[in-house]
């Protein structure tokens, strides 16, 4: 397994079980913002005015990008989709990676089209063991927040 992502694992690990004051485990967007491994989707998130859907009721379930998936998109493409011209596009790229629900790894088998907040669909599927989503892989999944769930994966999902 790959340094980072047993890194990751172990971090986020730690993170799911941690609960906060009240007796409630973090939301979606402080489940990311303590894990570390998400400063970029953070931003992103922040720069499409969707942190407070994130951290509404839900639930929600969440493909993730790592930092390391989205520096695997061209550094350009990027800067300019942070821009707050082209919030729209963000906006829909980010929403196509939630699911409304909260969809476990041990509620997939086969293969299965999910409709995502942005109306668009996403294929899942289980194979040897393994859970994809589109052609991302999910490298560490079921990471429970207080309004859903947060499986994390290699690809930044481009509708």
Do not use: C, R
């Amino acid at each position: 397994m790959n340094k980072f992502y047993l890194v990751f694992i172990i971090s986020f690990l730690s993170f799911a079980g941690i609960s906060k004051a009240d007796g409630h485990k973090p939301d979606i967007v402080e489940t990311a913002v303590a894990a570390g491994s998400f400063n970029t989707l953070v931003k992103a998130v922040t720069a499409a005015e969707l942190v407070q859907t994130l951290k509404g009721k839900g639930p929600f379930t969440v493909f993730a990008p790592s930092d390391e998936a989205f520096s695997a998109l061209d550094s350009d493409l990027l800067a300019d989709l942070l821009k707050p011209e082209n919030k729209n596009t963000l906006t829909g790229i980010l929403t196509f990676h939630v699911l409304s629900g909260k969809v476990m790894s041990t509620d997939i088998s086969g293969v299965i089209e999910a409709a995502t907040v942005n109306g668009q669909k996403l294929t899942v599927k289980k194979s040897y063991g393994n859970v994809f989503v589109n052609d991302a892989q999910v490298v560490s999944a079921d990471i429970e927040a207080d309004n859903g769930v947060i499986h994390v994966i290699n690809k930044v999902l481009i509708p």
